[in-house]
């Protein structure tokens, strides 16, 4: 920790612009949140960590107080991770190196059995399908909007009990297969979801494992996913309202049972969906903080 602290005083102290990295310290598959305070002269660009680049934005409560969310990976290692700030000074690029630490998240493990055509699905019509819509989903996911559709705190899209949290490593059937990449919401059938945020609808289809599947683009690369839907009330393309209704939850896809299954992703990387709600709520959806 103490380590953290002399970077920030070291670098607050040399560089054109004051930041806050808000959770210095984050696990694998969580967001992590950096703030910015505006400087005279200086042009905040992105955050780049590795090849992925994170938009570094205004935030839509508070003018002149700038903000970036850096996502990482279910299958990031632990490590010091060197995060690069670009930002243009008096016309000319420059960047900032900030450091923060990955450790590896507490995860469960979880059995479940189910269809066996939806583990291993052999027929070539079938493999054609799910290549298809992953694709399109990784082109929607990798597009970073750059309007900004947030103007209040997130919301849950069902009130209800959680069946099954971010992270749980999952073994279908015996096999190892991944991990669950969101978080679901216990639903019978019928029930309504509601939008989590502000937003445009950039999906409203049914898929191989997601079932009905609804996602909204909530801008600067922010994304919110609804699976196993029953019946869509909204279409591609519309824009909806925090606490619109998108359909109706259902069963369909790769299920055991009726649920919602409510998931997210920043540029792509898909994240613990409730930490990544929690932690702009707390921090930069409030309107007066800092
Ligand atoms: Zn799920």
Excluded: W
């Amino acid at each position: 920790m103490l380590r953290y602290l002399l970077f920030f005083l070291c670098v607050t102290s040399l560089f054109g612009f004051n930041f806050e990295i808000v959770n210095p310290d984050v696990a694998n598959g969580k967001t992590a949140l950096i703030r910015f305070e505006k400087q005279k002269g200086v042009i905040f660009k992105d955050i780049r960590v590795g090849k992925k680049n994170f938009p570094i934005f205004e935030n839509p409560l508070k003018k002149g107080e700038y903000c970036a969310l850096v996502a990482f990976s279910y299958y990031d290692k632990p490590a010091t991770k060197e995060l690069y700030a670009e930002y243009e000074e008096n016309g000319q690029k420059k960047e900032t190196l900030l450091f923060l630490h990955l450790h590896a998240g507490a995860y469960k493990k979880e059995t479940i059995q189910v269809d066996p055509s939806k583990v291993n699905p052999k027929a070539p019509a079938v493999k054609k399908r799910i290549a298809r819509e992953y694709a399109q989903a990784m082109q929607i996911y990798n597009h970073v909007s750059s309007k900004n559709y947030l103007r209040e705190p997130f919301i849950l899209p069902i009130e209800s009990s959680i069946t099954s949290e971010f992270g749980k490593a999952r073994v279908y059937n015996g096999s190892l297969r991944g991990y669950h990449s969101g978080t679901d919401f216990r639903a019978k059938v019928g029930t309504p979801i509601k939008a989590a945020n502000d937003g445009r609808v950039v999906l409203a289809q049914k898929r191989f494992y997601s079932g009905g599947t609804v996602v909204l683009d909530h801008g600067k690369g922010i994304y919110t996913c609804y699976f196993h839907m029953s019946k869509f009330d909204v279409k591609k393309d519309a824009l909806v309202k925090r606490g619109d209704i998108l359909g109706l939850s259902g069963e369909s896809g790769r299920v055991t049972g009726p649920h919602l299954h409510f998931s997210a992703r920043i540029n792509g990387v898909q994240v613990d969906p409730l930490q990544l709600i929690t932690l702009m709520n707390n921090n930069i959806l409030k309107g007066n903080n800092l």
